[in-house]
């Protein structure tokens, strides 16, 4: 139960339990305050007074103003006093308001005493998050034909947004389909995608239990018949089941979902994908209430439900006509843009309310922005407005989370392009707007604490700083709990540093003109004055104009600088060698700055702090001609998984950078190959593309464009979002070339331990990463350098993923052994530099070799002769994998072989992963062989016969690896959920036998 949910039944649980009407209306007790609540319940007063709030604002409780708020639960006293409050008057200044002669003018109309307590509902889309199901439901029968309309708002589709606009002939429809005799109508309802035609039907589901039309419990089951469109027979035998023998592997009888429907309501989505033969099945269903499953031809089986269906097309091209004369009640539901404009407001108030309270904070909403969602085009209807409303959220929510904001603000800067083109048809639309928008101040509120108002200020310029110090403090100790290595911690530090301080700075770019009164509120005046001869001696040196808002990021640094050397805490640049390295006039600049600086405060600053103060000049350059940036293309198998990453990276980094390739299984290669090309050329810059797949043959697609457009490419597997997220990041706000992204996000992949990869991506052979070590005396800068030399002059090292990793001498002066660590996960082939660490069993070329082109060669050797082995073993494998995928073309007839192979591959990787083993190639072949057919025999629901020896031996397998079991069960879930299947124990144990005792 959420804390919402449980303030709510705590208040009114008091309020039965200690309060009277008596009481009531001699003001003896008038209520229950924040603070009692949240002593009852143990938490904090201002969660207990915002949950308070927020369910005033949806008719749950009643507000009675004054010091201290009181608040009553508003069925209590509906039902003390008899009286019936309706929902928009539910605050008072005195109990003695609440229940004065003239009551009804403030809100509360004489009825009839109720018999038994009604429950009142709010909109749907709240309620189902903050009231349990068992109070929707009221403990006594009514007859609607005979109830007053004041009274019929006690029912869940009464409450629906444009129940009284827009939707009222739809509600009234659907509740003649529910009520009427003996057993309702079946329903088709219409309407576009997003509409919200699920939830409708839900909704008539819901009325249906609440008019007693069905019982409680009584079932909803959905089916969507797209999902198996293309296998009209699986689809016909999981809506109406099959008999023993009805075809090949049917050997046992199988219930459909039509039988679990019994005496509730079948709910049939994208009906115009149910084969003719599907609705004519469901003919003599509809005429006679009678069916039969699939391979019966004798007896007929009765059968008591509602149908209600769903089609985003015109029935009269899609369905039968004599399927469609067959649905009495046709409800079609209003696209978004044909709805008034108040009902769109009262949704976007909703799905604000929803995310405020998902992120558990006060969100402010700017004027701007509700304009913007009033009027942007949204052909996804309330589905998308409610998506667009959640992404501008997350946006938001990532600022909130990094400058500890109390207030999430939602401004213009917020919303997707698409939505901000809203603004645009104000002219148009302002008399409407204006109307609609008139109660509503310059910001819409929601959820906020008591303290909060509409007509709060908004906050200042300056509040909630994040110094880089914090940053990089929370990120390292995030990255030292992963257990990176500290090398690796510096380098993924260095790479975000730039990011930071391009934010930090972008967040005073329209502000440059604000006063410094505003600065002072948190920074000393003194601090602020030697930033400006900090600047000014800057721009003296640089002979260049700087920015003025450098002024506030510089002072506000300085500031975090300070107290943290008061403190005694240290100061750590892990940029510093890279900062020397290729910002050498402004590092000179900055040493200067800091000896100014250290003169007016009389404090030594760090050497590392130079570094930073020199970052605040290079950053704070006006940018001149945008500058190429590496192209991100995302390319999955399936309908829909790039195209979402791609989104979620651009949502989340405000930025249209990423761009995502679906490829549908049933679509070959060759064709997505095409398509990709026009990407590429599309999205590159300049500076390649870095291409992130998922697998197979689309790993072969980087090298084949690579070569036909001239254009560089670097390809990388196994991705994911966290992957696309970061790639996306470091090339839209990072200088990073291709092959340093390249490298980064390889160091992603969650599959450290998997196969080693070939060239077509199918992954065999078991080898361990390949990496060349380049040490340096003179500091990781210099070994960067002779990293770069050598992917320049050794092709194959790019082609292969080779990666070179950089060791500065002080990295191994502080660990000796830190090589030999590496040697422990990594298969090293050579050692080069200006350094000879002495490691015997790999053989080290000297940067002198490099350079005379002698040790190039000599490198170039070591790295063919080990993988000339792997490139055999990889052909072999490709072929073994050939042969599977065309035995389960043959054999398997209920799934797609292409697809079981995929999720088997990806699979037993993850689990070489998860239980640290390295599977031979036999054991892969068979483990493979006997999950496909396993996975086809639990569609069909057959179950394998097994002898009383193996169940000895099954058990015994269970007893002696649960815990490996427990893992195979985790990683195993993917299938289950892919083809809507469960994998039995026995099964299980049966993977088990056959990874460890082969």
């Known amino acids: 139960m959420r804390r919402k949910e449980k303030v709510y039944h705590k208040l009114k649980e008091i309020c039965y339990d200690r309060l009277s009407l008596d009481e009531l209306r001699n003001r003896l007790k008038i209520g229950f305050s924040a603070g009692d609540i949240a002593d009852e319940l143990g938490i904090a007063r201002s969660n207990a007074s915002r949950d308070l709030n927020s369910l005033h604002k949806e008719g749950e409780v009643i507000k009675i103003t004054g010091k201290p708020v009181y608040f009553l639960d508003r069925e209590f006293v509906e039902e003390v006093s008899g009286v019936m409050l309706e929902g928009e008057y539910l605050k008072f200044s005195s109990s003695k308001e609440l229940f004065r002669n003239n009551i009804r003018h403030k809100g509360i109309s004489n009825s ?29 029968k009514v007859d609607l034909k005979n109830k007053p309309a004041s009274e019929q708002g006690d029912y869940i589709l009464a409450n629906l947004i444009g129940n009284e606009g827009s939707l009222k002939t739809q509600v009234q429809q659907a509740q003649a389909a529910i009520i009427y005799p003996p057993n309702g109508l079946h329903t088709l309802i219409l309407g576009p995608t997003g509409v919200g035609k699920t939830m409708f039907a839900e909704l008539m589901h819901r009325f249906a239990i609440e008019t ?13 018949c797209a999902d198996y469109a293309n296998n009209p027979q ?73 149908i209600i269906a769903a089609t985003t097309e015109s029935p009269e091209s899609s369905l039968l006509r004599t399927f469609t004369r067959r649905i009495p009640m046709v409800i079609e539901l209003p696209p978004l843009s044909e709805r008034p404009l108040k009902e769109r407001l009262r949704l976007i108030k909703i799905f604000f309310q929803e995310e405020a309270a998902r992120m558990n904070a006060t969100v402010k909403v700017t004027r701007e922005v509700l304009r913007a969602l009033l009027l942007y085009n949204c052909p996804g209807n309330i589905g998308q407005l409610k998506s667009d409303i959640q992404l ?69 310029l300056v509040e909630g700083f994040d110094n880089i110090y914090e940053t990089l403090e929370r990120q390292m100790v995030e990255l030292e709990t992963k257990g990176i290595q500290q090398q690796e911690i510096n380098r993924l530090l260095s ?16 502000k440059e003109t604000a006063k410094e009164e505003e ?40 500031s975090a600088t300070l107290e943290r050397i008061e403190v005694g805490k240290e100061i750590n640049n892990p940029h510093l060698d890279e900062i020397k390295a290729n910002h050498k006039k402004e590092f000179i600049v900055a040493n200067k700055m800091v000896n100014l600086l250290e003169t007016k405060v009389g404090i030594n600053v760090p050497r590392d702090e130079v570094g930073f103060i020199a970052m605040f000049l290079y950053s704070g350059l006006e940018e001149g001609e945008e500058q190429g940036k590496v192209g991100i293309v995302v390319i999955t198998h399936g309908s829909a998984a790039a195209t979402s990453m791609a989104d979620v990276a651009n949502t989340l980094l405000n930025v249209d950078h990423a761009v995502g390739v679906d490829m549908p299984l049933e679509r070959s290669p060759e064709e997505i190959l095409e398509i990709v090309k026009g990407v590429v050329n599309d999205v590159e810059q300049g500076k390649g593309i870095l291409l992130l797949v998922d697998m197979g043959s689309l790993i072969t697609f980087g090298e084949i464009l690579s070569k036909e457009l001239k254009i560089p490419i670097r390809t990388v597997d196994l991705v994911s979002t966290p992957m696309v997220l970061e790639a996306t990041r470091k090339a839209v706000f990072t200088e990073v070339t291709l092959d340093e992204l390249a490298e980064t996000v390889e160091d992603m992949s969650s599959f450290s331990g998997r196969l080693g990869v070939n060239k077509l991506g199918e992954s065999e052979t078991g080898q361990e990463e390949k990496v060349i070590l380049a040490v340096c005396m003179t500091g990781q800068g210099s070994a960067i350098k002779l ?70 060669k000599e490198l170039q050797n070591l790295i063919k002769a080990k993988i000339t082995v792997v490139n055999q073993e990889n052909k072999e494998a490709n072929e073994i994998y050939d042969r599977i995928e065309d035995t389960f073309n043959h054999y398997l007839k209920f799934v797609n072989p292409r697809l079981v192979l995929t999720v088997i591959k990806d699979l037993i990787s993850k689990l070489e992963v998860s239980l640290n083993i390295r599977l031979d190639k036999e054991v892969k072949v068979g483990l493979i062989m006997h999950l496909g057919c396993t996975i086809e025999r639990l569609i069909k629901g057959e179950e394998i016969e097994i002898s009383e020896e193996e169940l000895i031996e099954i058990d015994r397998i269970k007893e002696e690896n649960k ?28 993977v088990m036998k056959i990874i460890k005792y082969n």
Request: include cysteine.
């Open 112 to 140: 009839k005493v109720r018999s038994e307590a009604t429950k009142p509902s709010i909109n749907p889309e709240v309620k189902s998050k903050v009231v349990s199901k068992d109070r929707l439901q009221p403990k006594f």
């Open 212 to 224: 007693e039309r069905l019982t409680n419990d009584a079932p909803f089951v959905s089916f969507n």
């Open 234 to 306: 699986l689809l016909l035998s999981q809506l109406f089941g099959y008999a023993k023998g009805a075809f090949t592997g049917a050997k046992r009888e199988k219930d459909g979902l039509i039988e679990k429907a019994e005496d509730g309501i079948l709910f049939l989505d994208e009906i115009h994908r149910l084969p003719p033969e599907g609705q004519e099945m469901l003919f003599y269903l509809i005429d006679k209430g009678l069916y039969r499953k699939l391979g019966e031809t004798e007896a007929d089986r009765k059968i008591n439900l509602l």
């Open 392 to 460: 501008c959220c997350a946006r938001a929510f990532l600022d909130h989370l990094s400058g500890n904001e109390p207030v999430i603000k939602i401004g213009l800067d917020r919303l997707s392009s698409h939505v901000k083109e809203g603004i645009l048809k104000i002219e148009d639309n302002r008399v409407e707007v204006r109307k609609v928008l008139k109660h509503i101040g310059d910001k819409f509120i929601v959820n906020a604490n008591s303290d909060l108002g509409e007509g709060k200020e908004h906050v200042s």
């Open 495 to 510: 790479a975000d540093i730039d990011i930071f301080f391009k934010r930090f700075l972008n967040k005073f770019k329209d």
């Open 519 to 558: 600065l002072e509120k948190i920074v000393d005046k003194e601090i602020i004055e030697v930033a400006k001869e900090m600047l000014v001696l800057a721009e003296e040196e640089l002979d260049r104009e700087l920015e003025s808002r450098i002024l506030f990021g510089l002072a506000m640094h300085l």
């Open 787 to 856: 990293k770069k030399l050598i992917t320049e002059s050794i092709p194959l090292i790019k082609e292969k993923k080779i990666k070179v990793l950089t060791i500065s001498i002080n990295r191994l002066e502080k660990d000796k052994d830190y090589i030999n660590q590496i040697m422990e996960e990594k298969d090293v082939l050579a050692i080069v530099g200006t350094f000879d660490p002495q490691v015997k069993e790999v053989p080290f070329i000297s940067l002198q070799s490099l350079l005379a082109r002698q040790g190039i």
């Open 963 to 990: 815990e490996e079991i427990k893992i195979i069960a985790n990683k195993i879930g993917n299938i289950e959920d892919e083809f809507n299947i469960k994998f039995p124990l026995s099964e299980l144990a049966y």
